[in-house]
Nanobody, 115 residues
């Protein structure tokens, strides 16, 4: 079992920044993928960004150039730095851990971009 604890969501004005963190604990495998998904009201959950244990990253086109995903393998923690936030980034953001064909999810953290 893997437990994921997210933090860092909140309310921010358009153009502002937020940093999300997700700490994993439990049966952590060294070869894994950690990422962030988001789900806005009435929409499907979508991938925002993912990072492999070796450092390779993937981003949704809508966040490229604005969001940066990073990880600290020693702390089993993944971060999402979100800059130049837009109202359409408003959603519940979920942390995801994937290894050996099993996925785990965090409880979600609300990000609201509004003036």
């Amino acid at each position: 079992q893997v437990q994921l604890v997210e933090s860092g969501g909140g309310l921010v004005q358009p153009g502002g920044s937020l940093r999300l963190s997700c700490a994993a604990s439990g049966s952590i495998f060294s070869n894994n993928i950690m990422g962030w998904y988001r789900q806005a009201p009435g929409k499907q959950r979508e991938l925002v960004a993912a990072i492999f244990s070796g450092g390779r990253t993937n981003y949704a086109d809508s966040v490229k150039g604005r969001f940066t995903i990073s990880r600290d393998n020693a702390k089993s923690t993944v971060y999402l730095q979100m800059n130049s936030l837009k109202p359409e980034d408003t959603a519940v953001y979920y942390c995801n851990y994937y290894a050996r064909s099993v996925a785990y999810w965090g409880q979600g953290t609300q990000v609201t971009v509004s003036s």
